[in-house]
């Protein structure tokens, strides 16, 4: 079992930072693929980045590509998404998730091939 819990959202104006955390419990974390997805007013839920479980490999949706970056620290069993030059479409609710399933160096991008989710954090992005 993982449970995680989500932090670090808030109102920000666009071009502005955030960094997200998600605390992680549980002996699984080390052993996750660890991702962040978001849901938008209206939308579905969508990807946005994800980091293997040994931290090597990570992998960002195109919109957020070069403005994000995931990060891990297995010590910690924390998660974190720095987000940097944040945009108006940026707002929406975030989540984090853990793949329990992934192999070491593998990251997917899936919704359903997370099995534990976070209760989310909102972010809101406007002036």
């Known amino acids: 079992q993982v449970q995680l819990v989500e932090s670090g959202g808030g109102l920000v104006q666009p071009g502005g930072s955030l960094t997200l955390s998600c605390a992680a419990s549980?002996?699984?974390?080390?052993?996750?693929?660890m991702g962040w997805f978001r849901q938008a007013p209206g939308k579905e839920r969508e990807f946005v980045a994800v980091?293997?479980?040994?931290?090597?490999?990570?992998y960002y949706a195109d919109s957020v590509k070069g403005r994000f970056t995931i990060s891990r620290d297995n010590a910690r069993n924390t998660v974190y998404l720095q987000m940097n030059k944040l945009k108006p479409e940026d707002t929406a609710v975030y989540y984090c998730a853990a793949d329990s399933y992934a192999s070491r160096w593998a990251v997917r991008s899936g919704e359903s091939d997370f099995d534990y989710w976070g209760q989310g954090t909102q972010v809101t992005v406007s002036s």
């Open positions: 549980g002996r699984t974390f080390s052993s996750s693929a």
């Open positions: 980091i293997s479980r040994n931290g090597g490999t990570t």
